[in-house]
């Protein structure tokens, strides 16, 4: 498989609020990031697939292509895509078809600049009909949240320990990204704020249990497996790559209890990567919510539907960095997550990806998992455009498995 | 919204809930498309129109909303949540509506979730002052609350009529109401007003009737508080009851606002009346609305003083041949150019000529019109079973009633400012309302109308056998509306607040 796509390097910003500088500057920063991690010079570039959200609205840039042409004086293909994994995705594909050996893929989003107003930019683009009828970002994931107990007959006690669960979550990825000197927020907190945030709220989730809004951007160097070693002794292998659709208009989707969207791509790039499911040790899903975490590992597979809450509860009692399922060792979200990492929301895929790569190089410092005393093997990442309207699944792994 | 074209293509879909139904595999889709996605090409042509507007839906699943996105910010906090129609086949996003949630209120959505709740037409969101109004009817109200659901089922006509009259009619008022002085006035939610009451008015009116909305050929609305200065109200209540034939994405019918202060509608009653009685006319059925979200200055400022009585509310009436449930016999109108009540373009709050607003203005007027349709008819004040009048405060009605020679029992039931306030263009309409509600057979009524500016309209109507009858269709009355344990009453802070909508 010589046209097997590599991760030869990545790079990201810090995320958080990037107040002085233009969206591009945090681009050109990734980018330095991930070509001295390589010693790729931009002359090498053969395309770049980029990825933004938001940047016409929140920064006013259309052909956010040609500020890249102008900073980096490059005239090769440019192509925008709303998520990272997006942009990943097809590059991957003109990788394979050989149309193009060396390929950067980044994001940036710049969401403080429209602080007042993006929630209703987010809400409006996210789930119009929702947006019309009073519907706000984080009151999907409430109704989601709802319709799962409901569905899964979670009641007295019981209701209790899921509603822990989710917290438990929250306190986790704080922790996680306390070790993450990329990450929005720096600070400890306990069940105690999560708890205190949801009463304040009158319902059932709080300020402690949605991701934040964020400035910053990603990016990462993508080569066909036979160019990889020319730049790094450790190239990441595109293993699986896949994605699927659901309706936009939350309410109208058949189940409201989960993302249908990730359970197609994620069985396809399953049998894309050619592995089983328990080989995967760690896993960066899209927790734009303490239930999107819960629902994500669901919705992969990890658990059956209506129980990934008693494993949350159950390994977080006397957290270790993982949760337990099927009797196996899950990292999931060690950079923190979107909660705490932070969420710009077109360069969130690829502070995903560069944690997975990351982990699977043995490189993350303070956060590097080991399983059974060894690196993990595989690792996947999960990113959602939307409230799970196009799921985006990304195999990763540290070698080619031969057929 | 600063797109009139997206603003147009999300009213016309949500003012009604457009929604549709595949007719070869029976799944329905919100909203309205022009193929199943289950069926494919084969299916083109084949998707039936739906409408949910006359639905009731359930409440699946609710959240508290107390940080809204901007735009709906004035509603405070809200109840918001999925809504699933015809068992499941249709689910929608919504919000409840009419519904006050205090700061430190704890809502217990498990109570709201599995209730049945009725779409309602509302203001969607807020915009600056300069921009069209964006509406939508994924707004509901509990069914089990203010508004019970009332089926809208078109009947045949089982009898025609020589002249024409009143082939039934409907009142919208809220379920919000302040209370002084022993007077209670009803009051708009943050997200009603002139235009969105017409609306629900009208759809009561229809239901009332039972005819298909489609026979209707003409709608007038009465109103002297429409938001706009330029912009019909009656083009939006045609669209979103759908009168007239559609044809594409417009309505074969003729609809018109008229002003002249509170008897904008009223006036319209014999144009109505003599448009179905035509003798070559296609228009089967003609409505009328008068609706109004009164205004006044806050007490204390110049023309406060009407701010003891003002209203909110909409009347809507259906004139045909058919199936009537009072005959129009006759009527007598006054006009004079007589500064009593005005309101120049572009400011709030109307004025009015204080003491002369009595003598000169109202009282002349009204017994001029209504003495002299009793002249024409032959008819003695004894002769008349009820006699209405606009009430712009609650002494008017009765002085006049009393120089005219009627009794007590012949107008006192017709006396609604005392629970609604002075609505305006609504307020006579809504007097006949209650006449209506209770009236028997063959009994005879006099509704005299009055407009500041000035001038009277007073018809003589005469109820047919088919009033009791049809009353069955009507669970919303004016005594349900009146005596109803869901009526909120709130302090006026923040009825002000309320009054100046989104």
Sequence with gaps: MQNNPAIVAVGRTKFGEHYGKKPEQLIEEAWLTASNECSLERKNLEACYLSDCFLPITNKLGLEEGFLSELTQLHVPMEVTSSVSAALLAACNAIKAGVYNTVLVGGIEKMTDRWDKIRDDLMLLEDPWSYYAGGTPEAN???????????????????DKLNLALAKISVKNHAQALKNKFAQFHRRITIEHVLSARKNARKLLGLYDFAPISDGASALILTNASLANRFTD????????????DFITFPSRRDLTGFSATRIAMKKALKMAEIPLIDIGIAEVYDQSTVMELISIEDLGFCEAGTAWRNIRGTCDNYEGYYEVNGTKLFVNTNGGLKADGNPIGATGGAQIFEVVKQLKNQAGDRQVMIDNNIPKFGCVQELEGFGTKAYITILGGEIIEQ | MSSEPIERRVSYIGDTLRACRCSICGQEYFDARDYCGNCGRKSFGKMQNINLFYDKGKLEFCTLVNEPTNKFRKLGSYIYGIISFHDGKIRVPGRLTDQIIKEDELV?????????????????YSVSATEVIPTISLAFTLADEYYPHQEYKIVPSSKEYDTPGIVGYGVYTSRFRIKENRIERAVPFIDEDSVTAAVEAGKMALIHSAIDSSLVGKVYVGSESNPYAVKPIASKVAQVLRLGKEEEDMQAVDAIDTEFACKAASSMFKDAASLVNYYDSEIKYAMVIGSDNSQAAPKGCPGGELDDFVGFGGSAYIFGKTDLIAKIEGWYSITSDTPDFWRRDGQPFPLHGGRFTGDPAYFKHVKKATEKLMEKCNLKPIDIDYFITHQPNPRFPVKVAAQLGFKEDQYSISLQVNKFGNTYSGCSPIGLAAVLDIAKPEDLIIVTSYGSGAGSDSYLLRTTSQIREKRERQKINIKSQTENQFIKFVDYTTYRRLKLGM
């Design chain 1, 141 to 159: 994931h409430e109704l989601m949240l709802r319709a799962y107990i409901k569905k899964h007959n979670v009641s007295g006690d019981d209701l």
């Design chain 1, 234 to 245: 450790q190239p990441i292998y595109v293993l699986g790559e896949s994605s699927a659709t």
């Design chain 2, 108 to 124: 217990d959505f498990s109570d709201l979730e599995g209730r049945e709740v009725i779409p309602r037409f509302r203001r969607r």
